[in-house]
Each structure stands twice: as C-alpha cells, then as structure tokens.
C-alpha cells in the first residue's frame, strides 16, 4: 500500500484534474487500511530511548504517538474528495493534497533499515533494491512535475511536450505519461539527445534544480555501488598485498625455503579461514564472557575430560580451563613447537596430528606422533623446563593453546586438582618407560622434594607419595595441617589410612586435628584401624584421638557388615560403642546389620554389650522383628534368652492405609506368612505377632541431599538428630564427650582440673584417684548435693571429690573434712 501511494500521489498531481474511477476508489480502500493502523498504533509498545526499556503502558503510548507522528497520519487519510470541498478555490487542485501521502514513505526507509540487519536476507540485495527504488521514485515524481508543469501552463505550444507533440492534450494518458518519464530519466542520466527540452521560464528554472538534485543522487547511487563491489573484493586485495609483503621479507633477509613455505602456508591458511568463515577465534573474542564459555564448553569439555593431565579434577577447574583455551588451526609441516624454547603454552590436539622431533647434530628424529585428545608441551610448562621436543604437524590441525601463566593462576584457586594434575603428570611419565622421560621423572620429583614446582602442592599430594621430607618442607612453609579435599578427608586421614607413621608424626607435631571428621564421618584413629597399622594407632591415641570423635554407629555397622568380629573388638578396644545407630543410615544399628547378615556370633557379641533388640530403625524395624521376618532361628533364640529391657521405646510412626513395611537394604526372603493389606504386623515382647496399622514405606529422602541435609548430617552427633527417648539422647550426645572440673579439697585442689566426662560413675571416681591420690567414696556438686548417677552430670559441672564420710545416726549428716564445700 505504501508503494501504491508513492506511485499514484504524484500521478494524481500531475495527470488527474479531477477525481476518477477506479483511482478514487482504490483511494479510499488504501485510506481506510491507515485509518486502522492508526488505532492499532495507539496499542503498539514502544522503545524509550532513555532507557532502553519496552514500555507497554497504553496512556504512555497514546502520549507520545499523539505527540509525534499522529497529526500527519491524520491528514494523509483525508479523502480527497473532502480535501477539495474544504480547501480554498486558489487550492482545489485535485493531486495537491494527495502529495500528503508521501508522508507514508518514511514506513519504507524503517522497512529497508530493518531489512538490511536481517540475517535471513542478503545485505547485497537488499541494497541494490533499495537504491533501485529509490532511483524510480526520483524518475516518476519528476516525470509528473515535468508534465504538471506542461498542461498548467497558458500556452500549450510553448511547453516541453508541446514544441514535439501538437495537441498534446489530446493525446492518451498513456502516452503523455510515458512521455513524460522518458524525458526525466534522460535528464537523469544525462543522455538526452535535445528532442525534449525546456521552452518556458518554468519549465528551465524547475530543470535547473532537477539536474542539481541528479548530482547528488548520481553521487549516492555510484558511492554505494562502489563500496558493494570493493567490499567483496578487499580480502583478496589485502590478502596479496600480504603474500606480496611476506615473499619480499623474506628474500631480502635470504631465509631458508623451509620458512618461507611455512609463512606463505600459513598466511594462505589464514586467507582461506577467513574466506569460509573459520574465523573461530575471532567471533568467540567479540561475545561476552559468559556466551564465549558456553560455547566453547559445548565444542571442548568432551575432549578436554579425555586427556591424561586432567583426569579426576574437578568440573570446576575444567569448566574454567576450557573457557581460557584459544583454537588456532596450523597448515601441514609448520612447527607448532620448538625445541628448547621458552615454555610459554602447551597445545591439545583437537583434529590432524602432529610429530614429535628431537633435533641432534642438526638432524631431525621422529620419537613420537600425537592425535586427536593428545597434549603437548605439557612437561615444559608443568616443569618449567625448555621444552623437550619439536611439534610439527603432520596435516591440517586444530590445536586448543592455553597460556601457562593462566593456567597456573586458575590451578592456584584449585590446589586439590593441583596435586591430581601433578600425580597424573607423574604417572605418565612413569607408563612411558623411555630413557628421556625417565630422566624427566627423576628431575621432577627431586624439584618437587625441593619444593621449586610452580603448580601449587598440597599436603595431601606429598603423604600420598610418601614424602616425609616434602611434608616436612610443605609444613615449615605454613601450610594448614588440617587442611582438606572436597571430602573434608585431612593429610592425616590418609597418613594413618596407609600406616605412614613418620607422616602421621609429622602432622601431629605441626599441630593437625587427631579427631578431624570426613564427610563420611571417618576420623584417623578409624582409618588406622582398618588398616591394622598398630604404631600408627598408638600414636594417634597418645595424641587424644578417639573414635568417638567419628561416627561411631557407622563404623560399627561396617564391622558388622564385613562379618568382621576381630574389627569390633578393636573398636571396644579403643573406646568406641557398637550400639549407637548410623547418623546418615535411617537408625539402622550394628545389631540390624548382624541379624540380616545372619552372623550369629557378631549377634551374641553385640548383646553382650549392650545392644537393644526392641530398637527400631526409622521404618520401624527392630532387630527382634528382622530376625523373626527372615526366619533366622538361632538368633532368635539368643533374643528370647536375653533379658528384657525395663523401658522398650516406642516410635510413633505416621499412618497410612495400604501401605507395606519396607526393609531398606534386607534381601532376604521372609519365612513368615505375608502382611496383610490393611496394616502390617508388629511383634511383642514374647516374640509374637499383633495387628497394627501399616507403617509408612521407606522413601527416599530428599532433604539429605540437600545442602541443609549435608550440614545436618555433619552436625547430627551434637544435635541428636537420632534420639527416640531422653536416656537415649544422653547417650548420644556424648558422642561429643562433655567435659568437668573436678577437685578435692582435702588435697589442697581448690582450683580443679579440667576432665573429659567418663561413660560410667565408677570410672569417674578412678579418674578422681588417680588425679589426687586418694580414694573417693562420694562426689558432690559445687552445692553440696550429692550425686550418684553419671546421667545427672552435665557438660560444665564442677565436682567434689570426698575423700571420707562420717553418718551421725540422729540427723544423718554428712561431714566435709578440712572444710570442704
């Protein structure tokens, strides 16, 4: 509709008098479709330029449209005909008003402007329709000045057509228009041969300003022509400007004809990249960081999770490494490498191959070829050596380079990838088993005893190597003794785990934590344990630690699991419980364990010390229950035999109908007769069977894996997340050993000391006649309240040892010696 109104405006000014049909019609119709938009516009949100905001509010909207362009919109879609009545005489010109409607042209530029950053359409054609319309327009409004100019005037014969054409009046519209556009497109090109030309003032001052205006646009159409044409052919223009420049360099500095193949190659290669759109690096550099990331994480992290030097780090570290690499292609023979210059970057081969040259007495040997997933120059930047070999690629080859000095900042956040890096480093070297990397080896690990490596090392990495001295170094520098990996596992942690006993002494001398927790709950004293490293045990234990420290349930279930009763006893041995439930396990207990491995004797041990049969887990399973589902019969006499508990707890478990107990991790089938649907079936205290409703099935909790979950599991032995009853909560919350101060007056300790609670009230009077030398017969509190069960002591108490008691029988009345309160 807009090009219909850019053709028939300036005809209707220059060949019409007066309305007529169809024109006037089609008028209309095309009125009526402005008319609409204009509405339509009125709901149109809009770019604020301010602030680069899309602003959908209608009353803003209709503010500024009304502001801006509403007015000319308006006045474009009057009708004509009303135009003509309205207007004064001197002005009923029928095509003048129409000339209005041009005002809708400017829709046109926006569309050709939109059209040119349009991906989907090519920005040469775009131009070129652009400037033809453009060119056509121009043509067509002079032709109807040109013949506007001719009929107005009072004298026909004096007028342009009138000199070559009598009657020109009576001619056809037809011929009279093309006429007209004849003459001006020869005045625009300038080819006109004098059989049309201006007669009147009018018409030769008009003339005057129609060929100025021609200049300029003669101007714009042959400057965006030339810049088309040129823009296609620069490239190649400035690509042998280049080779030019290359080839006189390097005959006037005489090079070898081996680099002078190698520049031009290269520079062809760069030519031929950049003419297919290959400039990979380039794009990446011009979008942000955070899309150039992800981009390149699409293209690399598969490849990069396959080299050797980063196998086990972390998806953080890798994530990173791959966001800082930089893809660069390299022609067939060009050296990529060179032998015994400065380690700078190392390359990952991502497609093509590439040798590995050891220059000697100016010859050239082949020790190695690398491909797709290899890496190189990774000894020289990781050693800070010069780099062992020359890379030269064998074929076309894209290589991922990582500058070292990025490298190694982004390993320096990362010490725990670090020493993987390095081990893996290591570990190669040794699977080679060739002469030079053997030698390689030795250098290195003699660097790393002397601690010039660059890469940072951690703790961890020097114990796994066994390294005394290293450690030793790595702790003089002031390195955190309790420092830990992702899985809170400590130096000591594996010192003890592999007996290394100088370690381990090490690290206690430098102060590290005998009783640091893992985030499975381990603690040293535990990993010593399983290994049977008995030197290693009597030094972690001559250091405070203690199992109880850990999670003591979970290392019981682990023995009990492991049908192992020798690592039970150990476990008594050494202070810890074999009763306490798993902190992450659901309350499962060694005893739940032993009775679904069916391990009789571990069964009986476990009573022996204590171990609850009536104790249900979080489903509500008792061990008593377990053993009667699975129909193990010897233990189920040894649970009939044993004595009953004075308190059995009891779990209220949530209701709900049609439900099924669930054995979590019990294989085993049941000898019973199945639960019924409408409950499920609980055992009392004789062993036999009652109804009761069903209890909820064990589910997957999701709360666990949460980052709330994880903190409370760390923290469930103090918080007692697992309690069921009071006395049990007390037990629990020992795992945390509360802690007294004890004195004895007698003796001249006022002050106390300060004393680990013992479990029982019995160790606790040893631990006062051992400390002070007498014989305690009563404890009192700093009140004078006697106190006679070690539940009632809490984490803080003082304690009074006495040392004596006289009872009077007529009041019963304790009495202090020496004053003692």
């Not at 400039?279 to 979008?287: A, F, H, N, R, V």
């Not at 902190?583 to 491995?597: D, F, K, Q």
């Amino acid at each position: 509709m807009v090009i219909y109104t850019a053709w028939v405006s300036p005809f209707e000014f220059g060949f019409l008098e007066k309305p007529k049909e169809p024109l006037s019609i089609s008028d209309n119709v095309v009125n009526g479709f402005f008319a609409l938009d204009i509405i339509v516009t009125f709901f149109v949100a809009y770019l604020d330029k301010a602030s680069y905001l899309l602003v959908d509010d209608p009353k803003k909207i209709a503010w500024k449209y009304t502001r801006s362009w509403l007015v000319f919109d308006v006045i474009s879609t009057i009708p004509s005909e009303l135009a003509r009545k309205i207007t004064p005489s001197p002005f009923r010109s029928y095509g003048l008003f129409n000339m209005l409607r041009l005002w809708r042209l400017r829709r046109v530029s926006v569309l050709f402007s939109r059209l040119e950053k349009d991906k989907n359409y090519n920005y040469f054609w775009v131009r070129c329709a652009k400037l033809i319309c453009v060119t056509l327009f121009a043509v067509h409004c002079a032709g109807c000045f040109y013949y506007f100019l001719a009929a107005r005037y009072h004298d026909p014969r004096r007028t342009w057509i009138g000199a070559s054409m009598n009657n020109f009046l009576q001619q056809s519209l037809w011929i009279r228009y093309v006429t007209s556009i004849y003459w001006s497109i020869t005045t625009l090109t300038t080819v006109g041969y004098g059989d049309l030309h201006p007669v009147n003032t009018r018409e030769m001052i008009f003339d005057i300003f129609f060929m100025l205006f021609n200049l300029g646009l003669t101007a714009y159409l042959i400057g965006n022509m030339t810049n088309l044409v040129v823009h296609g052919t620069s490239r190649t223009r400035k690509f042998r400007d280049t080779i030019q420049a290359a080839s006189s360099f390097a005959q006037r500095n005489q090079l070898p004809v081996s680099l002078q193949d190698q520049m031009l190659a290269h520079l062809c290669l760069k030519f031929r990249t950049d003419s297919e759109g290959l400039q990979q690096q380039e794009t990446l550099d011009s979008l942000p960081k955070a899309i150039r990331s992800s981009i390149t994480h699409h293209l690399f992290y598969t490849l990069m999770d396959k080299v050797y030097l980063f196998q086990g780090v972390s998806n953080d570290l890798l994530f990173q490494l791959v966001s800082e690499m930089k893809a660069e292609y390299f022609p067939p023979k060009e050296d990529v490498i060179l032998q015994n210059e400065a380690p700078t970057d190392f390359y990952v081969l991502v497609t093509g191959a590439v040798d590995q040259i050891d220059c000697k007495n100016g010859l050239d040997q082949i020790v190695g070829e690398s491909k797709t997933g290899d890496i190189c120059g990774e000894i020289g930047v990781l050693c800070y050596r010069p780099q062992l070999f020359t890379v030269r690629t064998k074929r076309l080859s894209q290589l991922l380079r990582l500058n070292r000095t990025t490298f190694l900042n982004i390993v320096q956040s990362n010490v725990g990838d670090g020493t993987i890096i390095m081990n893996n480093l290591l570990q190669h070297l040794k699977d080679l088993n060739d002469p030079i990397m053997s030698e390689v080896l030795v250098e290195t690990e003699n660097m790393l005893t002397r601690g010039r490596m660059d890469l940072p090392l951690s703790l961890c990495f020097a114990v796994l190597r066994g390294d005394g001295f290293l450690l030793h170094q790595l702790l003089k520098r002031g390195l955190d003794p309790n420092e830990s990996d992702n899985n809170g596992r400590t130096a000591l942690h594996i010192a003890a785990s592999r007996g290394n006993e100088n370690c381990v002494l090490l690290l206690l001398d430098y102060g590290a934590d005998p009783n640091s927790r893992d985030s499975d709950g381990s603690v040293p004293l535990w990993e010593a344990v399983l290994g049977g490293h008995e030197p290693v045990i009597k030094l972690l234990l001559d250091s405070g630690a203690n199992l109880q420290c850990g999670d003591i349930g979970q290392f019981a279930c682990t023995a009990a699991e492991q049908n192992n009763l020798t690592l039970l006893k150990q476990i008594i041995r050494y202070g810890g419980e074999v009763t306490h439930p798993r902190t992450n396990g659901n309350g499962t207990t060694p005893l739940h364990v032993a009775v679904s491995e069916a391990n009789t004797e571990i069964v009986k041990f476990l009573l022996d010390h204590g171990a609850d049969i009536d104790k249900p887990d979080s489903d509500g399973w008792t061990p008593r229950a377990l053993a009667d589902q699975q129909g193990h019969e010897d233990i189920k006499i040894l649970f009939q035999s044993t004595k009953e508990p004075r308190n059995q707890c009891i779990i209220a478990v949530p209701e709900k109908q049609n439900r099924a107990r669930f054995i979590g991790r019990f294989p085993s089938e049941p000898t019973i007769r199945p639960l019924p649907l409408e409950g499920s079936l609980q055992t009392t205290r004789d062993g036999s069977w009652i109804q009761s409703r069903s209890r909820p099935r064990r589910r997957t909790n999701k709360f666990h894996n949460s980052l709330f979950g994880i903190i409370s599991a760390a923290h469930a032995g103090e918080d007692c997340l697992f309690s069921v009853n009071p006395m049990v909560s007390a037990k629990n919350c020992r795992d945390n050993p509360a802690r007294v101060t004890i004195s004895c007056p007698e003796k001249g300790e006022a002050g106390g000391k300060l004393v680990v609670l013992p479990r029982s009230f019995g160790e606790l009077l040893e631990i006062g006649a051992k400390k002070f030398g007498v014989s305690p017969s009563k404890v009192l509190s700093k009140n004078g309240a006697e106190i006679d069960d070690i539940e009632a002591i809490r984490d803080g108490d003082h304690l009074i040892f006495v040392c004596y008691v006289e009872t009077e029988e007529s009041n019963s009345k304790i009495t202090l010696p020496n004053g003692c309160s």
